[in-house]
């Protein structure tokens, strides 16, 4: 069985897929490396033998969750490294190793999947958005605050601003002006994010006209897909990446 982990700065997604049909046996969202290790001993029949990652976190706490990793389960590691080039998408960074590898393999994975220009949108802890035009070059991209970080924010550097999630989930039944501080909070900060993505969709437009794939991918994914309907939603595409960058032979 293979094990592939997407360590993000908030959750670690993981999968197991079974080595010959690549069927998803296992798979979860964690948020610390003792609950990865717990919802593994957890699966009936477990037997590791690879494990993928990509990492955006330190060297010191990845190297840790692979340690930890090696010692439970006697798996051989490997990691998604940054590349100038690879699968016919070039890395747009002045220094390219600075890219967000969650972020290069999004776009490798989407790149291979519209096999032409596209734009990667990721709403997780961060949101970013990406371009890649129809001959793979990464012309460059976003990075702004996603829900966590907004709402968080907002709750850090005031005094009256405090609720909990399921008031905050309600919150988004309507997206109508807020009249209590949750509502006004929660609907105001998708209301961003939406209007972040009609704008890297305008950007998209001058540069390809219609000849482009949107895709979404990340845990809020689903508070953006309304305002563009014609969007493939893919919450692996890092995995699709991964698997790209990470071959087993
Ligand atoms: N099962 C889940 N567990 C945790 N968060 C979830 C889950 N499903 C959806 N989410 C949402 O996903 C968001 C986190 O996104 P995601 O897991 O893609 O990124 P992350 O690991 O926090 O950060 P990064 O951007 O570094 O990858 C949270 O805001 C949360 O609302
Ligand atoms: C932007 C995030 C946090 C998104 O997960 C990650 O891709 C990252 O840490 N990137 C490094 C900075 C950059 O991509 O320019
Ligand atoms: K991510």
């Given at each position: 069985m293979i094990l592939e982990l997407d360590c993000g700065n908030s959750f670690i997604k993981w999968r197991v897929l079974d080595a010959g049909t690549l069927l998803i046996v296992g798979e979860g969202v964690v948020d610390s490396d003792f609950a990865l290790l717990q919802g593994?001993?957890?699966l009936k029949g477990l037997s590791l033998r690879f494990c993928r990652l990509v990492s955006v976190r330190t060297a010191e706490?990845?190297?840790?969750?692979i340690a930890s990793l090696k010692?439970?389960?006697?798996?051989?590691?490997?990691?998604?490294?940054?590349?100038?080039?690879?699968?016919?998408?070039?890395?747009?960074?002045?220094?390219f190793e600075r890219l967000g590898l969650d972020r290069w393999l999004a776009m490798l994975g989407g790149f291979h999947l519209a096999a032409g220009a596209c734009l990667v949108l990721d709403f997780g802890t961060a949101v970013t958005a990406d371009f890649v035009a129809?001959?793979?070059?990464?012309?460059?991209?976003?990075?702004?605050?996603g829900m966590p970080l907004m709402r968080n924010q907002l709750r850090t550097h005031t005094?009256?601003?405090?609720?909990?999630?399921?008031?905050?989930?309600?919150?988004?039944?309507?997206?109508?002006?807020?009249?209590?501080?949750?509502e006004a909070v929660e609907r105001g900060c998708l209301l961003m994010l939406q209007g972040f993505v009609l704008t890297q969709m305008e950007l998209a437009r001058s540069y390809w006209g219609e000849e482009f794939?949107?895709?979404?991918?990340?845990?809020?994914?689903?508070?953006?897909?309304?305002?563009?309907?014609?969007?493939?939603?893919?919450?692996?595409?890092?995995?699709?990446?991964?698997?790209?960058?990470?071959?087993?032979?």
């Open positions: 593994l001993k957890a706490e990845t190297g840790e969750l010692g439970a389960f006697n798996v051989s590691v490997v990691c998604a490294a940054p590349a100038r080039e690879m699968s016919g998408v070039r890395n747009g960074y002045e220094e129809g001959d793979g070059e990464h012309l460059g991209g976003f990075i702004c605050p005094r009256k601003i405090r609720y909990g999630d399921v008031a905050a989930e309600q919150a988004l039944e309507s997206l109508a002006p807020g009249r209590t501080t949750v794939v949107v895709f979404l991918t990340g845990g809020d994914a689903a508070l953006v897909s309304g305002v563009v309907p014609q969007a493939r939603v893919v919450p692996d595409l890092v995995f699709v990446g991964l698997a790209m960058a990470c071959p087993l032979s």
